[in-house]
């Protein structure tokens, strides 16, 4: 569904990626995970093309995500940091922002904000909400159901629960794997926290300086490790992993 193919990328003297290539498999979630600044969220940017490489080739089913940008991202949901709710708007309205804009009925509008909400267990009596009247973790349902609105094939989140207290991060992390499982979708998901990544992922990527130090599931990067780095980072988090 999504390959990167010998991607960089650099923002002045920065060097956020540096040359590499990465297939998502299809129909599985994808964790990108590392340290702040090692170019997890710019790689995923580049998947939505929001981060144009400087090289390389970012495929999206089968072509150059380049040369169809906009048919393209109706087909990928993008949940940023903190959700990006617009505060102008109701929780019903930031979720039909691109249904409206497509021309979708009324009625098809409201059918598919009474499905979403059901399937992000949101109350229905919140919907006509302005974000700030809103919970954290209703905010947070409410910018996955935008991004979720024309039922896309692929799911990419920046860190969607990052910003959350640890209660209601648990409680959404429970409901958002159900919500993975039950679409089985293409999902790529962005977090530094350990737990998380095992929580969600199938498939597990872990970065460092803008570079893939491994990739497997969790209990590749228990007991195979690639690179000391690998060991460093998971025992900085071990007391945090589900195992």
Known sequence: ??????????????????????????????????????????????????????????????????????????????????????????????????????GWTTQAQAERVQALAALTRFPAARLDAWPAELSGGQRQRVAIMRALALDPDVLLLDEPLGALDPLIRRGLQDDLREIFRSLSKTIVLVTHDMHEAAFFGDRIVLMRDGAIVQQGDVTDLLEHPADPFVTEFIRAQRSELPL
């Open 1 to 102: 569904m999504l390959e990167l193919q010998g991607v960089a990328k650099r923002f002045g003297e920065a060097q956020a990626v540096r040359p590499l290539s990465l297939a998502i498999p299809e129909g599985g979630t994808t964790v990108l995970i590392g340290p702040s600044g090692c170019g997890k969220s710019t790689l995923l940017r580049m998947l939505i093309g929001l981060a144009p490489p400087d090289q390389g080739n970012v495929l999206f089913d089968g072509a150059p995500l380049s040369g169809q940008l906009t048919p393209a991202r109706r087909r990928i949901g993008y949940v940023i940091q903190d959700g990006g709710l617009f505060p102008h708007l109701t929780a019903r309205e930031n979720i039909c922002l691109m249904p409206e804009h497509l």
